[in-house]
């Protein structure tokens, strides 16, 4: 049985994912607000955390930035009704792996949150592997660059384990939202949102980039 956290001060829209998460088999865990929502996170481990942005005590966006900060992984999807695009890169920015705006469709939340579950408990081999500076640990979900470790969320190690095993050859744009997403692509703002913050993770801090794109196709890693 999947384990569900889900925080939302809105007792309505909570009293609603309640009632369709657990008639499909899901357990889930409850917070009102971002304190308890972190407590909750940190203490008891979960599936996947479902996080409204806009929460008492703590906002969503501090609650998420907290968690990577304390090496948790588990896939966190923000549910805000904030739409704009700045809105979603900070999502992105503090950890989220996915970002779905009020009103929602049930069926969509569902699917896209059995997507980050797949992916964060694929079942890997405990062995590394490694291209140029570049190091990935299957085992424990980790990347090197230059013997640097980068801090990367479940949905940005994803990419990079993928663009890594397939280095130096191009992986298209559509490989990567089937990984993630499967038939649930959203729109492109959101793989765009996930490379940048990849870039800043794996290129920024260093001399010379590793991550290409290659126009209207997709990216891959260069030897630098």
């Known amino acids: 049985m999947k384990k569900i956290l889900l925080v939302e001060d809105n007792r309505e829209v909570a009293g609603i994912l309640f009632d369709y998460f657990e008639s499909e088999g899901m357990e889930l865990d409850y917070a009102d607000n971002g304190e308890l929502g972190l407590k909750l996170a940190l203490e008891t481990p979960f ?21 990577r900060e304390a090496g948790n992984t ?13 809105d979603m890169l900070s999502g992105f920015k ?3 792996d996915d970002y779905l705006t009020k009103p929602f469709d049930l069926e969509i939340l569902e ?39 980068l801090s990367l969320n479940p949905t940005t190690y994803s990419i990079l384990e993928l663009l890594c095993q397939r280095a130096p050859d191009v992986v298209t ?11 649930n692509e959203p729109n492109n703002d959101v793989l765009r949102s996930h490379i940048y913050q990849l870039r800043n993770q794996l290129d920024k801090p260093f001399e010379s980039p590793m991550l290409v794109t290659v126009p209207k196709i997709g990216f891959r890693l260069e030897k630098v």
């Open 74 to 86: 588990t896939p966190v999807l923000m549910l805000t009704a904030l739409d704009s695009r700045e």
């Open 47 to 67: 599936d996947a955390i479902i996080l409204d942005l806009m929460l008492p005590r703590m906002d969503g966006l501090t609650v998420c930035e907290k968690l």
């Open 111 to 149: 699917a896209r949150l059995h997507a980050l579950i797949k992916r964060y408990r694929r079942t890997v081999t405990e062995t590394s592997f490694e291209f140029a500076s570049l190091r990935i640990d299957q085992k424990t979900h980790q990347a090197y660059r230059d013997g640097i470790k």
């Open 173 to 183: 744009r559509e490989e990567i939202t089937d990984m993630l997403w499967q038939d």
């Open 94 to 96: 503090y950890g989220a």
